[in-house]
């Protein structure tokens, strides 16, 4: 005899709820067998940006057998419909002053973040895949040289996922237009650029040296005579058990300045552009079968409270719990009058 009243109380509370929220819309998760997106979009869409991540996983996973791909942080994607959306995730982001960003990716042990912009997807995904790729070497490897670690990150950024196929390195990152106009940096010299290394803070030079590091890793991937990343594979192994890395890049790849004649005649050449097709067949995931649904009014403003906290924008975190409460508060405290 009950059941009828508190149906229909439940109903008007759903009600309530979603008035007092205003605008505000409850966001899509998908979930695949390694990532979580949400999003203000369709299920379609979550669907295919979850299918490419978990194609990017399954390319490191194949060329890297023995890696850990799974931290303890699980990584939860914000999948934004659009600029609105992608500011309303990052405000503080966007009150700085230069270019806006397509993709972001936040690390760290506990949670793990990604945003990206589906109206930007073919510019933004290479932002966060190399981040991605990123927080794979960092699970897995000691230590590895800035080149090395930036070079590597942009080359599977890159990536392109086409017909149930993986291209590795087919595609330049738009950087590396600065190296055919310009001298390149020694192999000697970039190697030892650190964080503190002007190459790397210096506006004229950054770029260089993301594009060289880039070169020189696809060029230690698929030159003649590297024997499909054999040799750069020997080259990590020994810097992992401590050995000096001059001395370990000269032991693998011989004199410096040969190199340096090697590296030069690759990229001026173009070899690159018919070497770097690097395809390997993916693993086959039916994104139609990822599940979904759509989050509450409260689950959403606790996902999105969650990764303003995450992002250090603790202002926006306490607004939108601050709303959920007078939320719950002006929508609940009366029915309970009216109920008594």
Not at 49 to 73: I, N, T, W
Not at 117 to 141: C, F, K, M, Q
Not at 299 to 321: P, Q, R
């Amino acid at each position: 005899m009950h059941c009828r009243p508190i149906r229909l109380l439940g109903s008007l509370l759903v009600v309530l709820l979603t008035e007092a929220v205003g605008s505000q819309k409850p966001w899509v998760e998908v979930t695949s067998p390694h990532f979580r997106v949400l999003t203000d979009s369709s299920r379609t869409d979550a669907r295919h940006v979850a299918h490419e991540f978990e194609q990017m996983r399954s390319a490191l996973a194949d060329v890297y057998p023995e890696f850990r791909l799974d931290g303890g942080a699980p990584l939860v994607i914000f999948a934004a419909h659009d600029e609105a959306t992608a500011k309303s995730l990052l405000p503080l982001i966007w009150k700085e002053k230069g270019a806006k960003p397509v993709g972001e990716f936040f690390h760290g042990w506990e949670k793990r973040y990604a945003m990206v912009r589906l109206d930007e997807w073919d510019h933004g995904a290479p932002v966060v895949y190399h981040e991605y790729t990123h927080s794979i070497l960092y699970l897995n490897l000691h230590w590895l040289p800035l080149w090395l670690s930036e070079g590597m990150a942009n080359l599977y950024g890159f990536s392109r996922f086409e017909n149930g196929k993986i291209f590795v390195g087919a595609v330049p990152p738009s950087f590396t237009e600065v190296m055919p106009s310009s001298s390149l940096i020694p192999i000697e010299t970039l190697i030892g650029v650190d964080s503190r290394s002007p190459y790397y803070h210096n506006e004229d030079k950054v770029y260089q040296f993301y594009a060289e590091s880039w070169a020189l890793v696809h060029f230690m991937m698929f030159g003649p005579g590297m024997n499909r990343g054999t040799r750069l594979n020997q080259f990590s192994t020994l810097l992992q058990q401590g050995m000096e890395q001059k001395k370990a890049f000269q032991q693998v790849f011989g004199d410096f300045k040969e190199m340096d004649v090697a590296l030069g005649n690759y990229i001026h050449q173009f070899a690159f552009q018919q070497a770097g097709v690097f395809v390997r067949k993916s693993t086959q995931f039916d994104e139609k079968t990822f599940p979904s649904r759509t989050l509450s009014i409260a689950e959403t403003e606790a996902e999105l409270a969650s990764f303003h906290l995450w992002t250090d924008d603790v202002a926006g975190a306490k607004s939108i719990a601050e709303q959920a409460v007078r939320m719950i508060q002006s929508s609940v405290l009366p029915m309970r009058s009216w109920v008594s």
